[in-house]
């Protein structure tokens, strides 16, 4: 099997709290504490959670948006985790983001060209034909009509500046796209038209893509794997089959009982479970299984061990020590196995 094109490796991010002063540190948020996963080239890894159990962070940390507090991120067999501004400058034409807003990630005093362009100058490139011709082929790639070169961004609606946002995202020709919440801003009859989009621009380019969403239903649509977050840390980890059809951490099986059913006789029939109490503050995070102030299966070993994530089936990992649809030795071994 061939090397994953990323891999993480016990992921850390911790923002530090101050008080004083003079800014002494008194705690730390704990937002991303020990996440480790790999990418394939060409697969769609789907990252999905509660608000706040951070997502977006991890997303960033792999762009190196925002430093990391300890772990690793390797990309192409070459650690990138400490890796300078100026050598992250051409790895930057590898390594992509979408962001969730597309109002708020595009700058109303440029146009569409010069918005598409700037990775093209940023990066010194030149193309055979031009940087406009360049821009304009990108536009027509992704479904606008390259005349809205020098149009500006409140010319457009929510779907089309999100298309404007993949343009530029695509300039370069990246590797690995990272796309946080790509639809969650937009109405629901243009969100199916840009994951449709997301998906037939992957095949045509042989893109490689992390979907951060907490929209379950986006999720399975696109993905090929998919990572469960809670709190800070990775709970599930499966094919998109193997999770959807048998979830074995509890959370995994909460947020699935959200997921609306269009069929009315199966969505009276299933069972719905309501999580208790909010999500505990990353400020100050239950010891050991982060999940068991909320969780009806815990017992005395979720408040003083914390489960590992570990493999109980062919490519499906869980940290839970009373998993759920697990083959019956998995399940009998996993409290044991801490």
Not at 40 to 63: D, Q
Not at 294 to 323: M, N, S, Y
């Amino acid at each position: 099997m061939s090397e994953p094109l990323l891999s993480v490796q016990g992921l850390e991010k911790h923002f530090p709290v101050t008080k004083g002063l003079l800014q002494r540190q008194v705690a730390a948020v704990k937002a991303v504490d020990g996440v480790s996963f790999e990418v394939r080239k060409g697969e769609t890894l789907g990252l999905v959670g509660e608000s706040g159990c951070g997502k977006t962070t991890t997303g960033r940390l792999i762009t190196r948006l925002i430093e990391p507090t300890g772990g690793k991120i390797v990309f192409e067999g070459n650690d990138i985790t400490h890796m300078s501004q100026g050598k992250m400058r051409p790895l930057r034409r590898d390594v992509q983001m979408i962001f969730q807003d597309p109002y708020s990630s595009l700058n109303p005093r440029h146009t569409v060209g010069a918005i598409v362009g700037a990775p093209f100058r940023i990066q010194g490139i030149k193309t055979e034909q031009g940087v406009k011709k360049a821009v304009q082929d990108i536009l027509e790639l992704v479904g606008l009509n390259p005349e809205h070169y020098n149009r500006y961004p409140h010319e457009f609606s929510g779907g089309q500046r999100q298309r404007i946002g993949i343009a530029r995202t695509l300039a370069l020709k990246p590797k690995l796209i990272i796309a946080d919440e790509p639809v969650s801003a937009l109405d629901v009859s243009i969100q199916a038209q840009v994951v449709n989009l997301l998906e037939d621009l992957q095949n045509e380019l042989d893109l490689t893509y992390v979907v951060i969403a907490h929209d379950l239903s986006v999720v399975r649509h696109i993905s090929d794997r998919v990572a469960v977050m809670y709190l800070g840390k990775l709970v599930e980890l499966a094919d998109r089959k193997s999770l959807y059809e048998s979830p074995m951490h509890p959370y995994t099986n909460a947020l699935l009982s959200a997921v609306p059913i269009p069929d009315p006789k199966r969505r009276v029939e299933r069972e719905r479970i309501r999580l208790q109490g909010d999500v505990p503050s990353p400020l100050n995070p239950p010891p050991a299984c982060r999940f068991h102030t909320r969780c009806w299966k815990a017992q005395e070993i979720c408040k003083t061990v914390e489960p590992p994530l570990q493999k109980l089936a062919p490519g499906h990992e869980v940290a839970c020590h009373f998993p759920e649809n697990a083959p019956a030795a998995a399940a009998e071994a996993a409290p044991a196995a801490v």
